[in-house]
């Protein structure tokens, strides 16, 4: 049976425990106006991930497939 679950390797960038979300980035860029660019933070539902600390500082999110089409993250 497949799993409808997937891995994400990301940097969180804002957390705050008493939201129902947090920001995680990826290391992909989206453009600004000026034709500048910036880091692009992703809104996830606490209640749709889980997120397991790495030694390297960065973060693993596990969530439902269909969340990470929607958010863009695959």
């Known amino acids: 049976m497949k799993s ?3 891995d994400i390797a990301c940097a969180v960038r804002q957390d705050d425990p008493q939201k129902k979300a947090i920001a995680v980035a990826d290391g992909t860029t ?3 106006e ?3 660019t910036r880091e692009k933070w992703f809104w996830l539902p606490r209640s749709q991930i889980e997120v397991e ?3 390297d500082g960065t973060v693993i ?3 439902p497939e269909w969340l990470a089409e929607e958010k863009g993250l695959i």
Do not use: A, F, H, N
């Open 4 to 6: 409808d679950l997937v």
């Open 30 to 32: 989206e453009e600004i």
């Open 34 to 36: 000026g034709g500048r």
């Open 53 to 55: 600390d790495q030694p």
């Open 61 to 63: 999110v596990t969530m």
